[in-house]
């Protein structure tokens, strides 16, 4: 008898499907590894939610202490002290002039209190950032194999989505200010981990024969020779850092984070175009005047070092 066709491919197809379907583990495994992964979360927040919560107390006063300071200061006082932290970065009259018109601009359209929650959030999250990613920049550049590992580390947290870091904070600590600044700081702390490690690789090497020639300490050389002259390259870490945490302040609007990224937030949630737009530009400007004030500082640091070169 002639074979069935039918059946034929039918067979075939059996045969061919381990090439159109990726071998994968067992279903019923996989489900019971994600729902003992969850349960221990919860069972942990069920444990010790409110030491973890008293763990981080400290931390949410520093943050009211910040927002408070921000956006109950008179407003006079934040417009000469932002020009002049940008004519101290630039010494450039026309860097003061844009700092202040876009903060006027934003006190005109009704967000000026909440673009102060906004720049305290960040400038927190930065102080934090950068008193973090130093060291361990520093620490990456000194231990290889450590910082192989670290590295491997940095890219996963630089390409994970942000939204995902939203997901463990809010299991172990709700919704606000905390966890919001969490993840902020998560998102935010790579670039100036990365830059510091290579602001020291980039010093050049006659400068270390010439500290080893002065018979400079490992500690000493470092402080006095490569830190120095790494700081334009670590500026520009700090710059990047502030962009980031600037772009996560909306993001983490979703777990409760007050300011111009929760109007956003409503304004998508409502479809008022007009209010979106507003708070979008409002959060141009402010990343304008971080991303000005941070390269014009680094520009001089750069020109300082050229200088002291030459």
């Known amino acids: 008898m002639f074979p069935d066709p039918l059946e034929h491919a039918a067979n075939a197809g059996e045969r061919m499907d381990w090439l159109l379907k990726f071998p994968q583990l067992d279903p019923d495994w996989l489900l019971t590894a994600k729902r003992a992964i969850d349960g221990s979360l919860k069972a942990l927040t069920r444990s010790y939610g409110q030491s973890i919560e008293d763990f981080f107390y400290p931390l949410l006063q520093v943050l009211i202490f910040f927002e408070n300071v921000m956006a109950n200061a008179p ?24 700092v202040v018109a876009t903060l006027a601009v934003i006190g005109l359209l009704g967000l000026w209190v909440d673009s102060m929650k906004t720049i305290s959030l960040v400038l927190s999250a930065t102080i934090f950032s950068v008193a973090i990613g130093i060291p361990l920049g520093i620490v990456m550049n000194r231990y290889r194999r450590l910082g192989a590992g670290m590295k491997g580390a940095l890219d996963v947290m630089q390409t994970m989505p942000p939204f995902v870091y939203l997901i463990p904070v809010v299991m172990l600590l ?12 998560i998102y935010a702390v790579p670039p100036i981990i990365r830059l510091t490690d290579l602001g020291i690789r980039l010093v050049d090497k006659e400068m270390l024969e010439a500290a080893d020639a002065f018979g400079c300490s490992p500690s000493q050389k470092l402080w006095k020779v490569q830190m120095p002259l790494a700081i334009p390259t670590v500026m520009a870490g700090i710059n990047q850092t502030i962009m980031m945490a600037l772009g996560m302040v909306v993001i983490a609007s979703m777990i409760g984070v007050q300011g111009l990224g929760l109007n956003v937030l409503q304004a998508i949630a409502n479809q008022y175009f007009t209010q979106g737009i507003f708070n979008g530009f409002a959060i141009v400007g402010i990343a304008i005047i971080f991303d000005r004030i941070s390269q014009a500082y680094g520009r001089r640091l750069q020109k300082h070092r050229g200088a002291s070169h030459d």
């Open 75 to 98: 407003w006079p006082l934040i417009v000469i002290a932002a020009g002049a932290l940008a004519w101290f970065a630039s010494r450039r009259w026309a860097e003061v002039a844009g």
């Open 174 to 185: 709700g919704i606000g200010r905390v966890p919001g600044f969490i993840a902020v700081v």
